[in-house]
């Protein structure tokens, strides 16, 4: 069975620019969560997809950060315009249900993103 | 709210021998899950194993192994005869069971470096 894919691997950019990750969860999975890891700390949630709604986006910076899951599948995540804070691994998961059954997180390799 | 706390920033151990790994949680809920994710170099988070609040036996997973004390919120990972694959940083992590939609998120504790030397 094919992992969660997300690419890019890594991007670079400068403050005040855009820039978009796309993940692919696992076939069949109906829960998608786009996690946020700074240098130093555990992953934090970003926000989470059931199918193509949006369960929780409570720790979202929406004045810069923006998530869409078109047709329940594939999920992209923008920053637009980036800080330096924003230098981070950013990490996709899906799981193939949610909320109270025993369901496994899987995760992709992660977007390594530098703002200079 | 809930907190997963790893005062452990790094561990080492050597090739063969046993390690623990230290995590401790404050909720107010009575029901949730506990788990412990390895997270190699490449970056991809694996999951090690898994414990369900309201078992009181702790759970195994072949070389890894917790010691789940629920009234002290603690949950420690114990890596017996240690592989040099085992070299990762290790999460905590903490997820309500409640059935709700916006509960299901995991909380992560900061994660302990693990090296193993030969």
């Known amino acids: 069975e094919a992992g969660v894919a997300q690419s890019p691997r890594y991007k670079i950019i400068e403050k005040r620019q855009s820039v978009a990750f796309w993940c692919n969860p696992i076939?069949?999975?109906?829960?998608l969560y786009w996690y946020q890891q700074i240098l130093g700390q555990g992953p934090k949630l970003l926000i989470q997809?059931?199918?193509?709604?949006?369960?929780?986006d409570s720790q979202l910076p929406k004045d810069r950060f923006s998530a869409e899951r078109l047709k329940g599948v594939d999920s992209t995540l923008k920053i637009q315009p980036a800080k330096l804070e924003d230098s981070a691994v950013y990490l996709c998961?899906?799981?193939?249900?949610?909320?109270?059954?025993?369901?496994?997180?899987?995760f992709g390799p992660g977007t390594r993103l530098l703002v200079l | 709210a809930q907190t997963v706390t790893q005062s452990q920033p790094e561990m080492s151990v050597q090739e063969a021998e046993t390690v623990t790994l230290s995590c401790t949680y404050d909720?107010?809920?009575?029901?949730?899950?506990l788990f412990w994710y390895k997270q190699p170099p490449s970056r991809q988070m694996i999951l090690v194993i898994r414990?369900?609040?309201?078992?009181?036996q702790n759970a195994t997973e072949n070389r890894f192994s917790v010691n789940f004390q629920k009234a002290a919120k603690s949950f420690s990972l114990k890596i017996s005869d240690s592989q040099l694959g085992d070299a990762a940083m290790y999460f905590c992590?903490?997820?309500?069971?409640?059935?709700?939609?916006?509960?299901?998120?995991?909380?992560f504790g900061t994660g302990t470096r693990l090296q193993v030397f030969p």
């Open positions: 997809f059931q199918n193509n709604g949006v369960v929780d």
């Open positions: 414990q369900e609040a309201y078992k009181q």
């Open positions: 909720t107010s809920e009575s029901d949730y899950y």
């Open positions: 076939s069949g999975h109906a829960t």
């Open positions: 998961a899906s799981s193939l249900l949610w909320a109270g059954a025993q369901e496994t997180q899987y």
């Open positions: 992590a903490y997820r309500s069971a409640r059935v709700l939609p916006n509960t299901d998120k995991l909380i």
